[in-house]
């Protein structure tokens, strides 16, 4: 049989191996066996791989001996109850719609209705980057190897090796697990944010609160859940409002370190949303956000592009121009020249635009370009 999915491939797994005597009958019925070994298949870029052999004897009727290898690879390291499998980010190497990994190779048409394997063959050599295991380090694997009719899917015959490996990437679970921190770190953010004016507006509590329903999984589901988030909120709004810093550098240093690019523009997103929530964005929580940005290690442009998207002018009371046209210090004088030409042209286009609120943002905005020009050109 084809395992449809993990929950039925771990079920196959419990009940072959709960049994010691029953697994060791039906290895000695099929008379196959399976052996891996772990080698550096690019010497150069030392990038594992493991070896899969198998040996013995294949029965096959009469109308399936044309056949199938298909391998699949399980974590037992916690034991077989709570296994779990290798993942795949190769779609041809993935189990139907799932990422589960699964390996097949065709192993072609059999000669006789036994056929016996005197000597070790290669059914397969998978490369480590193919995987993605739950978790880094030292791991117990599981591998079986099934022989499938090729006309109908049926196993034909099945073994498997134990084996461990030490994995050096961080793991699925790993990766969720980081995930999650940073998503709990963003919080912290969101309320530097917020009291970068010395406050924090009910309506600010509730983009984070709302936020953090929606994004955190420990937050998400029941009523017991979204009470302690209530708690964990007000313990640190009465923090704040008694003056408790909060460490900007080092919490956006552990998030760089946690989180992809991605997953950090989404946190410096939250901490827009935040800014925005009264309906005014102080020079004191737009100094903030360009602060968060840098820390976050996000790029210059992609922080002005976001802004521009997030933060209409007329909400932001910003005496600096610069902040909002996108001039930075570091920038030369034909670099300033370029970003507010590109700014112009920009702005421009929307001045007849149909929305009266885009025309009123493009005037604003025309205006603000128009005092740089003369600050930081002529």
């Given at each position: 049989m084809q395992f449809k999915g993990f929950e039925q491939l771990k079920s196959w797994i419990w009940d072959k191996l709960k049994d010691t005597g029953l697994f060791e009958q039906h290895r000695q019925e099929n008379q196959l066996d399976c052996s891996v070994s772990l080698a550096?298949?690019?010497?150069?870029?030392?990038?594992?791989?493991?070896?899969?052999?198998?040996k013995g004897s294949i029965y096959a009727p009469k109308d399936r001996r044309h056949t199938v290898a298909q391998i699949v690879i399980t974590d037992v390291t916690n034991g077989i109850s709570k296994a779990k499998p290798a993942h795949s980010s190769l779609e041809r190497w993935q189990m139907n719609d799932s990422s589960v990994f699964c390996y097949s190779t065709e192993l072609g048409r059999l000669p006789k209705a036994v056929t016996k394997l005197s000597d070790w063959i290669t059914v397969a050599k998978i490369d480590a980057d193919w995987l993605t295991l739950p978790r880094r380090g030292k791991r117990d694997l599981l591998l079986v190897v099934s022989?499938?009719?090729?006309?109908?899917?049926?196993?034909?015959?099945s073994t498997y090796s134990n084996f461990i490996y030490e994995n050096p990437a961080a793991?699925?679970?790993?990766l969720q697990e980081n995930i999650e921190r940073a998503k709990i770190l963003a919080i912290t953010l969101a309320f530097a944010v917020a009291v970068a004016d010395n406050d924090i507006a009910d309506c600010e509590l509730e983009v984070i609160k709302s936020w953090a329903q929606t994004n955190i999984a420990a937050f998400s589901g029941s009523n017991r859940s979204k009470r302690r988030l209530e708690k964990a909120l007000s313990r640190t709004v009465s923090l704040l409002n008694r003056g408790q810093q909060i460490n900007i550098p080092g919490v956006c240093a552990k998030i760089t370190e946690l989180a992809a690019y991605q997953q950090r523009c989404d946190i410096l997103q939250l901490c827009m949303y935040v800014a925005k929530a009264t309906g005014t964005v102080t020079e004191g929580k737009f100094n903030t956000l360009g602060n968060i940005a840098d820390r976050l290690e996000i790029d210059k442009g992609q922080f002005f592009e976001m802004t521009e998207r997030f933060l209409p002018p007329d909400i932001c009371e910003v005496k600096d121009v610069s902040?909002?046209?996108?001039?930075?210090?570091?920038?030369?004088?034909?670099?300033?020249?370029e970003r507010i030409n590109k700014q112009y042209r920009k702005w421009s286009a929307r001045v007849t635009n149909f929305d009266p609120e885009i025309r009123q943002q493009a005037a604003l905005m025309l205006d603000y370009i128009a005092k740089a020009r003369n600050e930081y050109i002529e």
């Open positions: 550096a298949e690019d010497q150069q870029n030392q990038k594992d791989g493991f070896v899969v052999r198998i022989i499938l009719s090729g006309k109908s899917g049926e196993k034909i015959a793991g699925y679970i790993d902040l909002l046209v996108g001039i930075t210090s570091d920038m030369s004088k034909d670099q300033a020249r």
